[in-house]
């Protein structure tokens, strides 16, 4: 089996415990680091970029709603 197909057949209840609780805690500070930065004005010239140089369909920008193409949506999360 190849990378790509054990990502396409891996289940949540396949990963052991310790796996799903740090995938939840890296969420979690995901999350909280997108929240504390959206208030920063680095953060809304990057998500104006985002959506005048992107904009499109297929994603929205997160805490904003914006609607952007998906490079877009990644572009503003690298």
Given at each position: ?78
């Amino acid at each position: 089996m190849n990378a790509t197909e054990f990502i396409h057949e891996l289940k949540w209840a396949d990963l052991p415990a310790e796996v799903q609780n740090q995938a939840r805690r890296c969420f979690l500070d995901t999350i909280g680091t997108a929240i504390g930065g959206r208030q920063t004005e680095l953060s809304r010239i990057i998500y104006d970029f985002a959506a005048s140089a992107y904009g499109g369909q297929g994603a929205q920008l997160w805490f904003d709603g914006r609607e952007v193409s998906l490079p877009g949506a990644v572009w503003r999360t690298a």
